[in-house]
Nanobody, 120 residues
Framework: QVQLVESGGGLVQPGRSLTLSCAASGSFFSVNDMSWYRQAPGKERELVARITSGGAKVYAGDLRGRFTIARDNAKNIVYLQMNSLKPEDTAVYYC??????????????WGKGTQVTVSS
């Protein structure tokens, strides 16, 4: 049983920054890839960034340089630092993780999401 819980969302003015956190808890051996997705109203869910257990990072489109993903493997937490936020960044942000629930067996889990609203 694995649970992903996002935190850090809220209302922020354009140009400011927010850091989201996602903590994995439950019964598992380790966490593989961890990712952030987002879904804006009327839009499809899209990948924001992904980080592997070894620290390799992938960013979606033009978000590289403005968003930064990081993780704390000891605490099973993934972070998303969002800088220079724009109104179009407004979305529900979801945490995703591939989790080794037993040896050589990985399952994919999703958090319930946290709302980020960028508005003046």
């Amino acid at each position: 049983q694995v649970q992903l819980v996002e935190s850090g969302g809220g209302l922020v003015q354009p140009g400011r920054s927010l850091t989201l956190s996602c903590a994995a808890s439950g019964s598992f051996f380790s966490v593989n890839d961890m990712s952030w997705y987002r879904q804006a109203p009327g839009k499809e869910r899209e990948l924001v960034a992904r980080i592997t257990s070894g620290g390799a990072k992938v960013y979606a489109g033009d978000l590289r340089g403005r968003f930064t993903i990081a993780r704390d493997n000891a605490k099973n937490i993934v972070y998303l630092q969002m800088n220079s936020l724009k109104p179009e960044d407004t979305a529900v942000y979801y945490c995703n993780a591939g989790v080794f629930v037993k040896t050589y067996y990985t399952m994919d889990y999703w958090g319930k999401g946290t709302q980020v609203t960028v508005s003046s």
